[in-house]
């Protein structure tokens, strides 16, 4: 899988202290489930978040962000961002912040049943 380690491991470092985080290999790159739920996760170079779709407008003056997307139709609620607009930890800690703060409203994708 091709992603961006150093960024995961800065990633890792932030969610270390959480009751409840696991590491997945998905969406071509390496995820991190805070309580059972998507939260943050590394895309190539790239972070993957999963936000709140109500606070979009909050950054819209934000740089390096764009929404994700599945084929021709918007991922609500999950956003990428630039490597490139995270070299500072306060703005690593920002885009984190954010997808830990929707983390407890999200809703957990169901379990599949294996047979």
Do not use: H
Not at 90 to 97: A, G, R
Request: glycine fraction near 6%; charged fraction near 30%; charge should be neutral.
């Amino acid at each position: 899988m091709e992603y961006n380690e150093i960024l995961a491991n800065r990633i890792a470092e932030r969610l270390i202290n959480l009751p409840d985080v696991e590491e997945k290999f998905m969406f071509s790159g390496l995820v991190y489930m805070v309580d059972g739920k998507l939260c943050v996760g590394v895309m190539k170079d790239k972070i993957m978040l999963r936000i709140d779709p109500n606070t979009l407008n909050i950054l819209v003056d934000k740089d390096g962000w764009e929404q994700m997307w599945s084929g021709t139709r918007p991922m609500k609620g999950y956003i990428l961002v630039s490597e490139d607009v995270l070299q500072q930890n306060k703005e690593l800690d920002f885009w984190i912040s954010l997808a830990l703060a929707y983390n407890p409203f999200a809703k957990a994708s169901k379990k599949k049943v294996k047979p």
